[in-house]
C-alpha cells in the first residue's frame, strides 16, 4: 500500500512537472533596478513582461538597491539559468565590478537609464545603453517653465528658478545643465538660478530637505520656476514651498520621466506642479529586454547607444498623452 501511494506521487508530481518543464520559456534575461519603489522602474518592469509575453521568454526582475544586493542578484540569475540581464544599476561606478561579474557567469549585460563610468570616470561605451535624451529632455523642461512663466504675466525680476540637482549621476547632471541653457538661452538671469544639490539618492524627502536649504538662503523670492532630474527631485521641492506657505499660484514647478507625477497631476485641488516631461519608460523596458532577447537567442549584437525623446504632460492632457504613448 504503502509503495502505491509513493508511487502515485510521484506520478502526481512529475504531472506537475513535465508541461511547465516544457513550457518554460528557453531564455530567461534578468532585469535589475535601482529603485524598485520608483513607478518610474515599474513601468519599465511591466514592459518588459510585455515583450516577454510577446516573443516567449521570461524576465526575472530584482531590485537592486545598492552594490551587494546587485552583485548577489548577478549570482543568482547565473544559478536560475538566465542567460543575461538589463540593468539600472544603484551607483555607475560599479559597472566595471558589474562587468566582471557577469563575464565570469556568461551573462550578457544592457544597461538602462544609467551608464556604467569607468575608474577614469569616462562612460563604458562598449557596454550597449538604452536611455534618455538627457540634455534635450532637461532643455524641454526649462522651455516649459519659461513659457509657463510668460503665461501668466509675471514680471522676470520677481522671479528666481530653483533647480533641485544630482550631478554625480551623468544623465541627471546633463538633465539639469541642459535646463539651465535652455532658461539662459530663453533670456533668464543666470544671477538668479539657484541649484539645490540633492544628496544621496533623488527621492521626495532628500530633495525636500535641500530645498528648504536653499529657502532658508532666499527667504524673500515673490515667484519661483522649480525644475530638478526627476518627477521626486521636484515633488520633493513642491512640498518644500507648501511647507514655507507659498501660494500654490506663486511657484510653477515641471519634472522629468512623468510616470511618478501621475497621483500629483491627479489631485483634485491643482498645486504648483504644472507638469513633467514625460520620457518612455515603457520603450525603454520593452526594447532592452527585446534586444536582449535577440543578441542570446540569434547573436545579434545590439546596438551601443540607443537614446529616447520626451514630451510635456499637464493637467489639462496627461491622461491623453499617457493613452497615446500605451501608458495608461
Ligand atoms: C534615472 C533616474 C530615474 C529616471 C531615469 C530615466 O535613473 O533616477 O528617475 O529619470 O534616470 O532614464
Not at 128 to 140: N, T, V
Not at 202 to 221: F, G, Q, S, Y
Request: aromatic share 8%; glycine share 10%; proline share 5%.
Amino acid at each position: 500500500m504503502k509503495q502505491i501511494r509513493t508511487w502515485l506521487l510521484g506520478l502526481a508530481l512529475a504531472a506537475l512537472l513535465v508541461p511547465s518543464a516544457a513550457f518554460a520559456a528557453d531564455i530567461k534575461i534578468g532585469f535589475l533596478v535601482k529603485q524598485p519603489e520608483e513607478p518610474w522602474f515599474q513601468v519599465e518592469w511591466k514592459f518588459a513582461d510585455k515583450a516577454g509575453e510577446e516573443l516567449g521568454f521570461d524576465v526575472i526582475k530584482i531590485g537592486v538597491p545598492d552594490g551587494e544586493k546587485t552583485l548577489n542578484a548577478i549570482d543568482n540569475l547565473a544559478a536560475a539559468g538566465a542567460q543575461g540581464f538589463v540593468i539600472c544599476t544603484p551607483d555607475v561606478r560599479l559597472g566595471p565590478g558589474i562587468m566582471a561579474k557577469a563575464r565570469a557567469n556568461g551573462l550578457k549585460v544592457i544597461t538602462v537609464d544609467d551608464r556604467f563610468v569607468a575608474a577614469d570616470g569616462s562612460y563604458m561605451e562598449e557596454v550597449p545603453y538604452i536611455g534618455m535624451s538627457a540634455e534635450k529632455i532637461g532643455r524641454q523642461m526649462g522651455e516649459a517653465l519659461f513659457t509657463e512663466m510668460k503665461n501668466r504675466g509675471w514680471n522676470m525680476d520677481d522671479v528666481s528658478v530653483m533647480m533641485t540637482t544630482f550631478e554625480e549621476l551623468d544623465t541627471t547632471r546633463e538633465r539639469t545643465d541642459g535646463a539651465i541653457a535652455q532658461l539662459t538661452e530663453m533670456g533668464f538671469p543666470a544671477d538668479r538660478i539657484y541649484k539645490a544639490p540633492i544628496q544621496q539618492r533623488m527621492e521626495i524627502p532628500t530633495a525636500l530637505d535641500a530645498a528648504n536649504t536653499l529657502l532658508t538662503r532666499h527667504p524673500n523670492v515673490k515667484y519661483w520656476l522649480v525644475g530638478g532630474p526627476n518627477d521626486n527631485s521636484v515633488l520633493g521641492a513642491v512640498r518644500a514651498l507648501e511647507g514655507w506657505g507659498i501660494a500654490v499660484d506663486s511657484a510653477i514647478a515641471v519634472g522629468i520621466n512623468g510616470t511618478d507625477c501621475i497621483g500629483e497631476l491627479e489631485k483634485a485641488n491643482p498645486t504648483s506642479f504644472y507638469g513633467s516631461i514625460l520620457g518612455l519608460a515603457g520603450v525603454e523596458g520593452y526594447e532592452s529586454s527585446k534586444i536582449m532577447y535577440y543578441w542570446i537567442k540569434d547573436g545579434k549584437e545590439p546596438p551601443l547607444d540607443t537614446r529616447t525623446v520626451g514630451r510635456l504632460i499637464t493637467r489639462e492632457n496627461f491622461r491623453q498623452v499617457l493613452q497615446e504613448e500605451g501608458m495608461d
